[in-house]
């Protein structure tokens, strides 16, 4: 059962355009949203979290928008850039359970 | 400050083998999660251990199994290795449960079951 998921798989963006992610969660007991960022040979990096109280959050060029009735959250990255061009990971949590993530958005980002 | 780092990078085992990973968590962090990646695919939830205790455990058999030691390392055990084991490793370390703090990953370890 997969209980985050993410779309689209792949994802390409002009430099300077905005590239948005889709995710969809069915647990509504969910109270921890973040947004992993990984690139080849590493491991995912953390880039941006919201918790379900707030709608939307920003940080530099990325926002997270959460919609709590729809159960659905996205990621949009202004003024896309080359180096943005990774693999990014959706996923949720409650309490002391792990994270759940979603397959993933291959993401580039053309010059 | 020293982020988390795991070894071995690589792995090769044969199936029905025995395999250990080993991961050092971030300095001050006192809860290590483990991960399975398979290629193409989010990281799984396999278990989280806190202060050397088992609290959390997604959906894996008892053939994976772990470690916490007093300076918060951890290890993840596999059993009787099969093909689809073939993934990579990711441990990840925090400060308390993963829903309240932010989960610092590793670089993982690649495991090969031929």
Redesign the interface.
Known sequence: QQQVKQSPQSLIVQKGGISIINCAYENTAFDYFPWYQQFPGKGPALLIAIRPDVSEKKEGRFTISFNKSAKQFSLHIMDSQPGDSATYFCAASWSADGLTFGKGTHLIIQP | ETG?TQSPTHLIKTRGQQVTLRCSSQSGHNTV?W?QQAL?????????Y?REEE??R?NFPPRFSGLQFPNYSSELNVNALELDDSALY?C?SSLG????N???????TRLTVL
């Open positions: 988390v999660s991960y193409g695919q989010g990281p799984q939830f396999i278990f989280q806190y609290n959390g997604g990711l990840a449960f993963v829903g309240t932010e989960q610092f990953f590793g670089p993982g």
